[in-house]
């Protein structure tokens, strides 16, 4: 028996970084990229590297692009705790899982650049393994799970907008309410029509890379400390989501670029952002979309009012700044 799964990189539409805090965010799908796990029965388990999981370099120039490209981690660590967490949830439930298996990923996915490539290998090896052990995990709690591989098992701070839009795909509405998700580990995943958003694009920049710790890690621990500034920007970030929201499932998907402007300024005065992930963002402003982070850092999202002359100046823009810009397919 072989299996192959795939998850997929996502952008963060409007909310973000909120989800990590009762909040609420829109995230879309982006099947331009993907990461996909292989587990077939095997006399011992095992768990093959792949290319970012090298160890062996041919100078020492070679092994710093490494670093800079990769961090000090590549997917073995992922899929190692991922195995971890999935063994805990068939203790817990009763499940089986008693069959040795080979295990092997690949993904194209941008590293480092807030399109979540990480929870991604994550989730593709949790379909992996359901799908071997016939083991069901219900949708709504899926993404809790994948989410504590990374939180709990690895101690890296993340939220849950992440693996909920790569269990669910396509687009969704997420409200995070604490009184929710402490009621039923999980908050309210609406999923959206495609169609009903406005034109939109994802740039990204290798080197803008910055791992999604940098954030969440600082920023927990000054939620942590109830800061005033804080507590009041997750709030205005929830009702910037929700407005959102709301027009989408209107027909008026093109009118939410103010909030999306709107988002990324409020999380500038809270967070520091480096000078080459503001010019990313200004990049698209100064041609006329309005622009987000798509996630962590190193990528942004942005919609446009759907003249294809202002996509390729938009597309000329970003390369010469050597970034890349694609036109997600959500579907």
Not at 83 to 111: H, L, Q
Not at 119 to 124: L, P, Q, Y
Not at 226 to 241: C, F, M, N
Request: glycine share 10%; with cysteine.
């Amino acid at each position: 028996m072989i299996v192959q799964t795939r998850a997929y990189a996502r952008a963060g539409l409007i909310g973000n970084p909120s989800d990590g805090y009762f909040g609420k965010t829109i995230s879309f799908i982006i099947k331009n990229f993907s990461a996909r796990v292989t587990l077939y029965e095997s006399p011992r388990l095992s768990i093959l590297p792949q290319r970012s999981d090298r160890l062996e370099f041919r100078d020492y120039g070679e092994f710093l692009e490494d670093v800079r490209l990769h961090g000090y981690y590549g997917g073995i660590r992922l899929i190692k705790a991922a195995i971890k967490r999935f063994g805990d949830y068939c203790a817990r439930t009763g499940a089986a899982f008693d069959r040795n298996f080979s295990i092997e990923y690949e993904t194209n996915i941008p590293v480092r650049v807030g399109l979540a490539g990480s929870s991604a290998i994550i989730t593709a090896t949790m379909r992996a393994l359901m799908e071997f052990f016939g083991v069901e995990i219900p949708k709504p709690v899926l993404p809790g799970v994948i989410l504590s591989v990374e939180l709990d098992e690895l101690k890296i701070g993340a939220g849950l907008q992440d693996r909920v839009i790569q269990v669910y795909e396509g687009v969704v509405f997420m409200d995070f309410d604490k009184e929710r998700m402490e009621r039923d580990g999980f908050g309210l995943y609406e999923p959206m029509d495609p169609a009903l958003l406005p034109p939109v694009f994802v740039a990204y920049h290798d080197s803008l890379a910055e791992g999604t710790e940098v954030t969440h890690n600082d920023l927990r621990s000054r939620f942590n400390r109830k800061e005033p500034q804080v507590l009041d920007g997750i709030k205005r970030w929830a009702e910037l989501t929700q407005h959102a929201r709301d027009l989408i499932v209107a027909g008026r998907g093109r009118e939410i670029g103010p909030l999306m402007d709107a988002n990324f300024d409020l999380r500038a005065s809270l967070i520091q952002i480096s000078p080459g992930n503001r010019a990313l963002v200004e990049t698209g402003r100064r041609l006329g979309a309005a622009v987000n982070f798509a996630g962590s850092g190193g990528a942004v999202v942005g919609c446009h009012d759907g003249d294809p002359e202002r996509l390729r100046r938009l597309a000329e823009a970003y390369g010469g700044m050597g970034a890349t810009l694609i036109v997600p397919e959500i579907r």
